[in-house]
């Protein structure tokens, strides 16, 4: 009992610090720049909260493990911890910290209970995440792995990082490479393909854009249909999940992207890195 204690006052400052609307939207666009995160200064920018309130929010944040801090030459750089988060989503769904073991969920709670708490944390997760697009509903996202939800957030850093308005299959191209761990990042780097040369080719395509990309990215088409296309391959793999190797296949089913000629501008036979990706999931 002494131990569900302590675990419960943890886990009600880290629930108070994200009770203000400022800290809130902090974490909205820390998630929405994860895993890069912002300087203070673009914190400031965006949402307009005077130095000193900032600060003092930042450090409430950081305290309670909510947000990493860095500096990078006279820079301070702030980003979402999203270990702390799941944590505390843990604690909330299951009442037992991730990983923890010892602690029972609640006896008198009803699966139903149970069930819409989950699913109500789980939309708050997903609204601080940002990659939710209010533009584009994904059906099947719920199921995407922690490496896709990366490699997707890494994409939208890419289009930040080019100054466009849009994510599209190229920028979910180097998103996949920038992941740098999933089966899908693997496989493009076994036949010749890397964040550098990735990004060059894009930057050859795309060329940059005017800067002021939303907060809220929208995707392209091309790239709603490659996502879309993604959750059907994991369906007929037969598998309950998406990962980097199904965004992979979605890139490569839809066909007609910018990553496509991406891949082909870097000389990938497309046909033989499906084949190869398909014998391994089967």
């Given at each position: 009992?002494?131990?569900?204690?302590?675990?419960?006052?943890?886990?009600a400052d880290i629930f108070a610090a994200l009770g203000s609307e400022p800290r809130l939207e902090i974490m909205r666009l820390l998630f929405a720049t994860y895993p890069e995160?912002?300087?203070?200064?673009?914190?400031?920018?965006?949402?307009?909260?005077?130095?000193?309130?900032?600060?003092?929010?930042?450090?409430?944040?950081?305290?309670?493990?909510?947000?990493?801090?860095?500096?990078?030459?006279?820079?301070?750089?702030?980003?979402?911890?999203?270990?702390?988060?799941?944590?505390?989503?843990?604690?909330?769904?299951?009442?037992?910290?991730?990983?923890?073991?010892?602690?029972?969920?609640?006896?008198?709670?009803?699966?139903?209970?149970?069930?819409?708490?989950?699913?109500?944390?789980?939309?708050?997760?997903?609204?601080?995440?940002?990659?939710?697009?209010?533009?584009?509903?994904?059906?099947?996202?719920?199921?995407?792995?922690?490496?896709?939800?990366?490699?997707?957030?890494?994409?939208?850093?890419?289009?930040?990082?080019?100054?466009?308005?849009?994510?599209?299959?190229?920028?979910?191209?180097?998103?996949?490479?920038?992941?740098?761990?999933?089966?899908?990042?693997?496989?493009?780097?076994?036949?010749?393909?890397?964040?550098?040369?990735?990004?060059?080719?894009?930057?050859?395509?795309?060329?940059?854009?005017?800067?002021?990309?939303?907060?809220?990215?929208?995707?392209?088409?091309?790239?709603?249909?490659?996502?879309?296309?993604?959750?059907?391959?994991?369906?007929?793999?037969?598998?309950?999940?998406?990962?980097?190797?199904?965004?992979?296949?979605?890139?490569?089913?839809?066909?007609?992207?910018?990553?496509?000629?991406?891949?082909?501008?870097?000389?990938?036979?497309?046909?033989?890195?499906?084949?190869?990706?398909?014998?391994?999931?089967?």
């Amino acid at each position: 009992m002494v131990k569900y204690n302590q675990d419960t006052a943890r886990y009600a400052d880290i629930f108070a610090a994200l009770g203000s609307e400022p800290r809130l939207e902090i974490m909205r666009l820390l998630f929405a720049t994860y895993p890069e995160g912002m300087t203070v200064g673009e914190i400031h920018q965006k949402l307009k909260i005077p130095n000193s309130t900032l600060s003092h929010h930042l450090e409430k944040l950081r305290i309670e493990g909510l947000v990493n801090c860095r500096k990078d030459k006279q820079f301070l750089w702030y980003s979402a911890n999203a270990e702390t988060m799941e944590d505390l989503l843990s604690f909330l769904t299951t009442g037992k910290a991730k990983g923890d073991r010892i602690i029972q969920p609640i006896s008198n709670m009803s699966k139903q209970e149970g069930n819409m708490i989950e699913k109500f944390f789980e939309s708050i997760f997903e609204q601080l995440s940002g990659f939710k697009s209010g533009r584009f509903h994904l059906k099947g996202y719920e199921r995407f792995t922690q490496k896709a939800i990366i490699a997707m957030n890494i994409a939208q850093g890419e289009s930040r990082r080019l100054g466009h308005q849009y994510v599209g299959t190229e920028q979910i191209l180097l998103g996949l490479v920038g992941e740098g761990s999933g089966f899908a990042a693997q496989f493009l780097t076994s036949v010749g393909v890397n964040l550098e040369n990735a990004q060059i080719e894009v930057e050859k395509i795309i060329g940059r854009g005017k800067g002021n990309t939303p907060l809220d990215i929208p995707f392209t088409p091309r790239a709603k249909q490659a996502l879309e296309l993604s959750v059907e391959q994991s369906r007929q793999l037969n598998v309950n999940y998406v990962g980097t190797e199904h965004l992979l296949l979605g890139i490569l089913k839809e066909g007609g992207g910018a990553a496509v000629k991406v891949l082909e501008n870097l000389g990938v036979d497309l046909i033989s890195l499906e084949q190869r990706l398909r014998s391994a999931l089967t």
